[in-house]
């Protein structure tokens, strides 16, 4: 069996899927020969190549099979179903190509105990320092029992130690004392190996110590550095290499000195620096000629030392004249040579190696609790350990070393799936260190066929990502990533363009790969729910089955998978699967639907309706698709379905008109829940109609004549439902009145409005105005006739009821049931609160109708459900409206009249909008209650409110003109608060008509504050009149005493009045013009803000009243015992029968 992620439980290998495209294993690839031939080139074409299925399967060779070229099984396809076939040729693939033949393992094993055996150095902190527990560890690691360990271990013993050596290198000094006349040294180095160790207890330990190279080394193992002239801080860089027998007695020595050559004592002098240089010439004069200067030495135990360091060491004196000597730079690596392994012997240093570090990460991947998948590449404190002796003591380069880890690693990829971040370390290091030319022409075809394996195998994850990289496995997203960036960067990297010539278009390969996956698999999720009973139905389900599945998957790559291939490769996974799964679906579903009949069976078209809402499903996340040429394969799929169309429409009105019937005949006729008025077969009435409205939804027919004829056939449907339901529950509630006494509470149950509310929204008004309007006014109209008769049966039958109830001394119910008795009650107390004294205070006066409503309307509510309750206030609403447009309409009434009228106007609306539980504002606030209720508004207010209001319209008229058919007048009008004074500055006026027979008038401008009653102190003012003009220039200044309060008076304005002077007869009008001051510059601003010489001019429209007057002036006309409204009338008449309007 295979375990998650295609791991295979009896190995814990996974399968190699180039494998499985017919792809030849990287191991079985040509290499190149030593004798430089050129590198294979790579061939990636194979990646996509799809063998059929009856495809011979190559098996890795093994140790059974050694010696044979190949072995092929013939898979038994046609003996297996599809899914186990492909479990079987999943395991028939199982790459082992990671594990190594037994011999090849015995010599691995012999190899790595020799390391261990012969390991140097002092071990480090993090590595494992026992011998024997790494004997036990690789022991597991390697699967040896314990004789074959015993046996393998006796061959290293007897084995031949190998040399080791001591690869020092010098690399630098600093701090160095100075030896020459010039205050610089000609440093140089001795270094050897003391085979004897200098134990602290020797007594002439101090004397050994310092004791120079050449007295304790023979000559022959002394090496010696370059000399460098002149400086305090030489640079050598120079390597040697040291053989020693024995570590544990063994120490290194270093010497530094100073060359000295014979030189003139006249050239010395030319040197001499300072007093210190004096010094030097009669020291050097006292020594032997041609004798060096000791500057320093360093004297280690190899014991001590750890395979591998790089410090600074001080240089010790051998007297303590100088102390402070300076510091060399060494580094140190104990290595062997002359190893007598066969695997030493027979293979390059690098590729044991690579061997090596391959079996141990195998183990470690192995041993990993949470499986290969999550392994992050950390190795163990043991195999870090032996790794780390074997390099080092094979003296192994960093970049070997990193080629070494890239092929085990990237091998090791291939059958033990492990996080492939552990891949990126490898890539950047070998990409860091790359030079062509360190690699032998073998290492280098042997890299460049690691490239091919890897790239060919990430290729086929990818290809078949879906099963690889499951959603149901924790971090499958992160693993994909992962790869495809390990893909990119190798593709990248110097080395893989230098040697793979040919580099492949990876973008490209990952799209071909992408599209050859999608198909295949479509195809086994088609096989894998092939239906084992052939039937239409069946072929139905399975086709639905098939497209969840599809667009399940469609939904992974948009949502989760696109975003890493459009990041990595600029690759739009979702455009390709989808382009894909369209036209592979389109195909087959059109195949199978052709062997259904025109005349499909009821189950047939039943099955095929999911088909249909897959389909459309899948065709509406073509809206994620970036744009594209040409149409869809399924761009025209609802054509496939129009035979079963009808037969769909016909089972949801089947459904729906059963389960109503059923409803009704199990309907008691009780409220359906204690807060709810609805009786059972209403719900079920709504739901029935909730399912064809639904229907209509999933349908979403894009042809529009033919979802036309579908929407006339379910309202039809919805219209006959609705008529039946209502026959059905009237001869149910006959039926329950023989034996019940509850006939006017059970009719009263049904809820008529919902119903009809539902019948009208079932399709857009604008789309039935034609065949479908008659339709759904016929079947409302017959509704609205059946909730008329509901609504008498309850007033005759309550009614009765009522008087009983008033006779036994209980509460009685209200005898005015009926909507006719409640308007005639309703016109009763409107009447009577009109005809009611004008020395009653309106709150007074509403009193009587208030609880008249409140008695009766309480008992509806209680008993009827909310929308016949809202229709009933809807009628009386409008009936209230009509009683009080009468009232209203009475002549000669007072204003406290209209005050009681428009205070029971108000008191109405709060009362029936019921905070929100009643009629909504929007239905109140009709035409006719706007209307009356500024009818009202205006009849209940005083002739001074009046006349503050017509100023006001008058001032928004002046506001809304723009046209200048009369002229205007400009001015300057400026408030200053300090003075309580209006400063108004006429400047001119222009355009003016002509009034006189010359063509021509004598213009002068009356300025008056409105309304007169708000300033009856302020008189009026004019200005010169200006002789034969139409455009004349008047630059007059006025002030006038004004109270700031006043300005911002409702109604308060300057009324500039432009007449044409005439001498024997009255003055003609010209225009009037209204300015608020409300708006006057100044008003509102502090004084120092207020500047004159920046006061903006105002240009005023001329206009002319209305020669019919308005309401305004009609009800202060009716006034006949006001003198100021009947003044004020006659006042805006006279201008009125000058105005040049008309109507």
Known sequence: MLGHAGQRSSFLTRVPFAAT?????????????AQGAAITRLNW????????????VALPPREATAGCEEARITPPACQLPHIFYCLWILESKMDLSHRFSKRELVLLYEEVLYTIRHRLGKPEHHHVADSQELYAYVQKAFGMDEEEHRVIMQQVKELESPVFCLKATVKEAKGILGKDVSGFSDPYCLLGIEARSQELAHPDHKKRMKAVVKDLIPEDQIHRTQVI????????????????????????????????????????????????????????????????????????????????????????PRTETYPNRGQCHLQFLLTHKKRTTISSRTQPSYTVHRHLLQQLVSYEILQHQAGSITWDGELSRHASTVLYLHATQKDLSDFHQV???????????????????????????????????????????????????????????????????????????????????????????KAFRELCTLSPDLPGMVSTALKSGTMEWFHMQKQHLKPMVKSMEENGRALSRLL??????????????????????????????????????????????????????????????????????????????????????????????????????????????????????????????????????????????????????????PDPEEAFMIMVKLVEDMCKIALMYCRLIKERAEALSLSEQNEGEAANRLDWAQLEQRTEAVIDPQQIQHTLHNQLDSTVSCLDHEIRDVVQALATKVGPRHEEA??????????????????????????????????????????????????????????????????????????????????????????????????ALKSLERCFHADGCGLPLETLHTAAFLSLETHLALCSSTSRKLIQKYFSNRIQQQLDTNSEKYGAVTIKALYRPSEQKLHVDVLNAVNLIPLDSNGSSDPFVQLTLEPRHEFPEVVARTTQCKRNELHPLFDEAFDFLVPPEKCRQEGACLLLTVFDYDTLGANDLEGEAFFPLCRLPGLDADEDQVNAGQVPQTRLPLTHPKPTGDEILRLLESRKGDKEAQAFVKLRKQRAKQSKETE
């Not at 495209?21 to 020969?33: K, Q």
């Not at 027998?245 to 000195?257: G, P, T």
């Not at 009577?832 to 609880?851: F, G, R, V």
Request: hydrophobic share 40%.
């Open 229 to 316: 002239s002149q400086t305090l801080s030489p640079v050598w860089d120079e390597t040697f290499i040291l053989e020693f027998e024995d570590v544990e007695m063994a120490s290194f020595h270093l010497d530094m000195w100073d060359s000295d050559v014979m030189e003139s004592v006249r050239h010395k002098l030319g040197e001499l620096t300072d007093l210190h240089g004096l010094k030097r010439i009669f020291k050097d004069a006292r020594k032997d000629k041609g004798q060096d200067d000791f500057l320093g030495n360093v004297v280690l135990r190899l014991k001590d030392l750890h395979c591998w360091s790089d410090q600074w060491y001080l240089l010790e």
């Open 21 to 33: 495209l017919g792809v030849t294993h990287p191991s079985a690839l040509p290499h190149e020969s």
């Open 806 to 903: 008033g006779a036994e001394g209980k509460n009685p119910v209200p005898l005015c049931i009926s909507p006719w008795q409640l308007e005639k009650g309703i016109a009763r107390h409107i009447q009577e609160l009109s005809s009611s004294s004008d020395t009653q205070e309106p709150e007074d006066s509403i009193i009587p109708l208030m609880k008249f409503l409140e008695s009766e309307l309480q008992y509806l509510n209680e008993h009827l459900v909310q929308e016949n309750f809202n229709s009933l206030l809807a009628l009386l609403w409008r009936h209230t409206l009509a009683v009080l447009s009468a009232a209203a309409g009475q002549l000669g009434s007072s204003t406290q009249h209209y005050k009681k009228l428009h205070y």
């Open 548 to 701: 969840v599945e599809v667009v399940g998957d469609l939904q992974q790559c948009q949502k989760i998978w696109n975003k890493f291939f459009l990041n990595t490769f600029k690759l739009n996974l979702f455009s390709i699967a989808f382009l894909e799964l369209e036209s592979l679906v389109a195909e087959h579903i059109q195949e199978q639907l052709h062997e259904i009949d025109s005349s499909m069976s009821k189950p047939t078209a039943e099955s095929l309706f999911q088909l249909y809402m897959n389909l459309q499903e899948l065709y509406r996340m073509k809206d994620f698709l970036p744009k594209r040429e040409g149409p869809l394969a399924l761009r025209n799929f609802h054509q496939w379905f129009k035979e079963a169309v009808p037969q769909w429409l016909q089972k949801a009105y089947t459904i729906a008109l059963e389960r109503t019937q059923r409803a009704i005949q199990m309907d008691q006729l009780t409220p359906f829940g204690e807060h709810n008025k609805h009786s059972t077969s209403t719900v079920d009435l709504s739901t029935c109609y909730a399912q064809i409205v639904k229907t209509w939804q999933q349908l979403s027919w």
């Open 45 to 56: 074409k194979p990646v996509f190549q799809h063998p059929p299925c009856s495809r011979t």
């Open 403 to 493: 080629m070494a880890q890239w092929l085990a690693y990237s091998k090791l990829y291939q059958s033990l799936e492990f996080n492939s971040n552990c891949l990126l370390h490898q890539i950047t290091s070998i990409e860091y260190q790359w030079v062509q030319e360190r690699l032998r022409p073998e290492q280098k075809a042997e890299l460049a066929e690691s490239f091919q394996s890897l790239l060919t195998y990430g290729v086929s994850l990818i290809r078949r990502f879906r099963i690889i990289f499951p959603l149901s496995v924790p971090r499958s997203t992160e693993r994909l990533q992962s790869l495809l960036r390990v893909l990119v960067q190798m593709c990248k990297m």
